[in-house]
């Protein structure tokens, strides 16, 4: 990565990664909009899941209606139509089975949409974090991004594979057992005009309090995923400092906090359902009422109140279940909305219009009159110039923070200047695509970065296809080679968690070589050799002095010793070059150069 140590400053000036980019409040509507968007790639299937779920419902709603009529069939005087009770018994068998089926079918059918939308929802986030440009990355918690990617996902496909289907099923069932009650008795539906809207007033009040805790629920989770990747990625220095206490108590505190927000979340959530329970209870205790009066006075059969009875819990039952998941509906939509909010973070800057491919690349490299900050106001780089001819060596050097790593990033244009101007074979950078600059320069980096594979995968991944004989090649000239071949399985020794089982030198040493295997026309090592011993550093310098012949070569360093042989060395300090030239040449000048030489070897 092109930033420095997380949660803190970034190194050459860079801004300090901001905790949270998404405390705006949700939108609900647009949220689910979008959810249903992503849901429609897979219409089809939707289609039939509708159907099955419309189907299932309507065979579920025609049992009470069949019970009732079963219980007509009971004469008042205590005659019984045997036969009548048999055919409808007969009927509500098959159609309760067959509803059962269709359902069990339907939720197979959910599970495979909810797992096709997160793969595909999985993929577009990946997609437009490669897309984004490197400042983001750079000043936003890895933790909280790879929350958005596993953990809100998950919770959108868990609600889409059970919640969706239940409140889909919910809203056909209350539809229908209305239709059905209105059908049976009207005066008794009249007690739904009371019970409803003091449910839903219940529903409106608790899920003001719900929606914002839950959306604080999840970025609380993205931070405790943040703290714990840095607390783990640095083990070795916690326990070298005796840090674990504090480090105990920094993640208590993180901890609770997550908790606290779990709990108030559920909570609030949790007392949706008892209290539109305690409604519909009070629902059916006036249909019992009411019932029996009306069918004393002849207005209505038993079984019809049966019927009815039956309706009115499949009508209260729905909105009951539907309070009940609401909770991890809020939940879902708080995740949906975090995955958007990312989605929607703005691309890395397009290449112009005109913009075209840098083809038969020489190597020639002027900065000129270039400035640059981070932040408006902070300029890091002031009025920088040189001239870079091919197949030369420049070597980049200064304190902490003179602005050494911005001058590579903004070589490879991984952020644009605010004034002057960059060119390569004479033409400006801005006007070339930035894959085409990318390709013509291979980079290696102080952080080294491994992946979990083979060595031959490590090595060759700059170049898809490359052959054992190739990657040898390179291996030798970085000096990796002989250590590969004491390997019990040589190149096919497996690298796991980012090299956790080599060395930092030999890992250093493998991302050399994965460098030099690039065909690439310009080289940019940005204290690449700061894990290896000086005498490997020198060797490895005449290898690659050896490997880019007539390519452009530039060394952030700071063992000065190992850049004696450089063309052109610039001393950066507070942005801007003030001392430039070959080592003899800064060496008599007996300015910040020599102070820098003095200093390593007093």
Known sequence: MMGGPRGGGMRGGMPGRGPH???????????????????????????????????SNVFSMIG????????????????????????????????????????????????????????????DLFERLCDMPVGFIDTHPVGDLISRIFYDTDTINTSLSSDVVHVLASMITIIGSLVMMLSISPPLVLIFAVTIPLSMMLTTFITRRTQPLFRLRSRKMGELNDFSEEMISG???????????????????????????????????????????????????????????????????????????QYSRRFSGPINEIANIYGELQSAIAAADRVFTLLDEPLEKADAENAHVLTDVKGDVEMKDVSFGYEKGKTVLKN????????????????????????????????????????VDGKAVDEVTRASLRRAYSMVLQDTWLFSGTIYDNIAYAKPGATRQEVEAVAKAAK?????????????????????????GQKQLLTIARAMLVDAHMLILDEATSNVDTRTEVQIQKAMRLLMQNKTCFVVAHRLSTIKNADLILVVKDGNVIERGTHKELMKQGGFYRELYDSQFA
């Open 384 to 423: 920088l110039s040189f001239e870079a001819r091919s197949g030369a060596l420049i070597a980049i050097v200064g304190p902490t923070g003179a602005g050494k790593t911005t001058l590579i990033n903004l070589l490879m244009r991984f952020y644009d200047i605010e004034s002057g101007r960059i060119t």
């Open 64 to 123: 009470p209606k069949l019970s009732g009529n079963a219980i007509d069939c009971i004469a008042a005087d205590g005659g019984v139509d045997f036969a009548g009770v048999g055919y409808y018994a007969m009927l509500m068998l098959f159609f309760y089975l067959a509803s059962s089926v269709l359902s069990y079918l339907l939720q197979i059918l959910m599970v495979r949409i909810s797992r096709r939308v997160t793969l595909r929802m999985r993929r």
């Open 21 to 55: 980019y998404d405390r705006k409040p949700v939108n609900k509507k647009a949220t689910l909009l979008r959810l249903l968007k992503y849901m429609m790639q897979f219409r089809y299937l939707l289609l039939l899941a509708l159907v099955l779920t419309i189907v």
């Open 480 to 504: 990796i080679h002989n250590y590969i071949m004491s390997l019990p399985d040589g190149y096919d020794t497996v690298i796991t968690d980012d090299g956790a089982n080599i060395s930092k």
């Open 235 to 309: 083990m070795k220095t916690l326990k070298a400092y005796n840090q674990e206490e504090n480090t105990l108590a920094s993640l208590d505190a993180i901890n609770e906090e997550v908790v606290t927000s779990y709990y108030k979340s559920e909570y609030y959530s949790s007392i949706m359902g008892p209290s539109v329970n305690m409604v519909n209870n009070l629902s059916l205790s006036l249909i019992s009422v009411f019932g029996a009066l009306m069918f004393m006075n002849g207005k209505i059969s038993l079984g019809n109140i049966s019927s009815f009875v």
